[in-house]
């Protein structure tokens, strides 16, 4: 099916003489789901490419806990930041996977449910990957890691952690651009899409690839988000 004869499930039903009564609303909340979820796409890309800058001025964690203390009090500020910032693009995820998933189901239902179920799965993961850095810089009732072995413990945790994610995200990102190739999305966002999942593969291995190869790779990540958040946007209902 050509990009421009797209259109969702539900409202395919309706054009086709389901639901008459309904068509308005169900055209109405079809399109504003489509443009809130690619507003949360490119969101999402734009605020974990601010992560990725503020990871590279702060630079990777040494492997000493005594070190590893001496780093977080000379990158507060970055890593605090980091932080925040990643929670929001964490949370910037959840409408733009539900649209995601709404303008390629019609496509392939079970490509779409894996390569979005996915993604859903990170969100979680992630805040609980958060919760842990969050206490190398914020405090709870005046309680920190102030511990060498404490802190190599909340470091390896949420660097592994971001490991996982980073190959979570690879599998997703292939999946997920396979019904892209016929959709309305198109073969080129496909295939910008099979590259990132091979860099996100690459990227889960910062410590292998040095700083600035992993900037890199996360600069791919984050774009793929924004060029599929602004199609997203544009796809309207007929």
Known sequence: ???????????????????????????????????????SWIVAGLL??????????????????????????????????????LFFATMALVPGVIALHQTLVGTSRA???????????????MAVLLIVHGRLVYPVYGLRVDTPAAAELVVAIFYGGLHVVSLLMAVATFVLSLPMRSGAYGPRIAYLGFATSVVDVVGGYPDAI????ALVC???FAAWFVVVGARLR????A
């Open 48 to 85: 974990f490419m601010a992560r990725s800058v503020l990871d590279h001025i702060a630079g990777p964690p040494p492997s000493n806990g005594t070190e590893i203390l001496a780093w977080v009090a000379s990158h507060k500020l970055a890593l605090a930041l980091s932080s925040e910032v």
């Open 234 to 237: 544009r796809i309207a209902p």
């Open 1 to 39: 099916m050509a990009a421009g004869q797209w259109r969702p499930p539900a409202i395919h039903r309706v054009s086709t003489g389901e639901w008459p009564e309904r068509r308005p609303r169900v055209l109405r909340d079809a399109k504003r789901l489509c443009q809130v979820g690619g507003v």
């Open 111 to 125: 490509t779409a449910a894996t390569g979005c179920g996915i993604i859903a799965t990170v969100v979680p993961v």
């Open 210 to 213: 040095g700083a600035l190869p």
């Open 218 to 220: 996360q600069a791919f």
